[in-house]
């Protein structure tokens, strides 16, 4: 009976290592913080959850911010969604790799039976281990940076469809729609800042706030805008805008002739190329509007293809989510570097 006992005690308790293949697999496919755990290193995936995480979220930071260069586009005939640059691919292999050398290396000759390196406990590990990356990625989209991907020709030739733009959430404050899903509900901003005239603002739109925006602010509160012949005038006096050339290019213009190409000026020096067909257009003169407090007037730089101010009217302050401050990459092969270099110096 005795001696049963001590086998059964002995059994339980003896020293025992980790397979390779199966730390391998576990590695490979749920990352080094889950193989750390399977071989018993709860201290090494710790660390490694700290390192690898600020990594990824220094990388979105950095690339979103201009510190980092995506490279080439992906060819169009790939979407996007599914190809986000031309290096994930490689990059991804590269993480589960390193992932796979780093717990084989760690393996230890014996270990005790710990909690967390039972098998049942991989999968909770893997998922604690994406979740925090999601959280983290989740409060640096809701505080500082949030990618928007450019779907139409409204703000060409300075946007055009397929581009990314990175806008910066916290020149404006923060209201409920800097939220993801406007989860939150609460009215006005906080840290309240009124956008400047000339900024490249996303916004909800106001019939629509599940629909995100983007357009160029035109008019401040109590100004008065109106359009006169293709000429916006604020406050009875044009704004500066001269003809620089023409495009005939109907992908980047959504127009099938040659538009026009006119540099403006607004009154506070910031300069911008618009598109216009002529000075007759449905949306070329308009009644004088009068920004309300709280609200401003936007118009897209492709004057004969945006459904702007001039259409729905004003944007209020809390519809802001944030301010477009470059372009980081361009799914359709779209060269971005003149075009974001104009958008950075125009702040």
């Known amino acids: 009976m005795g001696t049963d006992e001590a086998s059964t005690v002995s059994s339980d308790t003896a020293p025992r290592r980790r397979g390779f293949l199966s730390s391998a697999i576990i590695s490979f496919f749920f990352t080094a913080f889950a193989g750390f755990l399977w071989i018993g290193r709860g201290r090494l995936a710790l660390l490694y959850l700290g390192v690898a995480g600020g990594l990824l979220i220094a990388g979105f930071v950095a690339v979103l911010s201009g510190l980092l260069d995506l490279g080439p586009p992906v060819p169009s005939e790939f979407p996007a969604a599914v190809f986000p640059n031309p290096y994930s691919d490689i990059a991804a292999l590269a993480v589960s790799i390193a992932s796979v050398l780093l717990v084989l290396a ?10 967390y390196s039972r098998g049942w406990m991989v999968l909770p590990a893997a998922l604690a281990f994406f979740g925090t990356i999601a959280i983290a990625a989740l409060l640096v989209r809701t505080l500082a940076f949030h990618p928007f991907s450019i779907v139409s020709s409204s703000m060409a030739p300075g946007m055009v469809a397929g581009d990314y733009v990175a806008a910066s959430k916290w020149p404006y404050g923060y209201s409920r729609h800097s939220l993801p899903f406007s989860a939150i509900s609460f009215d006005g901003r906080v840290l309240e800042k009124a956008p400047e005239r000339g900024d490249l603002i996303v916004f909800k739109y106001p019939r629509d706030v599940s629909l995100d925006y983007v ?6 509160p109590g100004e008065r805008i109106q359009m006169i012949g293709g000429v916006v005038h604020v406050d009875g006096r044009p704004i500066n805008r001269v003809q620089a050339g023409l495009i005939d290019d109907e992908e980047l213009t ?14 506070n020096g910031v300069s911008y190329d618009t598109l216009d067909r002529g000075a007759d257009g449905p949306l070329d003169n308009t ?17 004969d293809n945006s459904a702007d101010s001039r259409v729905w009217g004003l944007v209020p302050f809390e519809n802001l989510v944030g301010r ?6 361009n799914s359709r092969g779209t060269p971005i570097g003149d075009r974001s270099t104009r958008i950075e110096q125009g702040r």
């Open 254 to 267: 959504g127009s099938p002739e040659a538009v026009a190409v006119y540099r403006e000026t607004l009154p």
């Open 215 to 220: 357009e160029r602010v035109i008019g401040l």
């Open 106 to 115: 760690f393996i230890p000759t014996s270990e005790p039976t710990r909690w």
């Open 287 to 303: 009644r004088e509007i009068v920004v309300a407090d709280g609200m401003v007037f936007v118009l897209g730089d492709n004057r």
């Open 324 to 329: 477009v401050d470059r372009i980081f990459w």
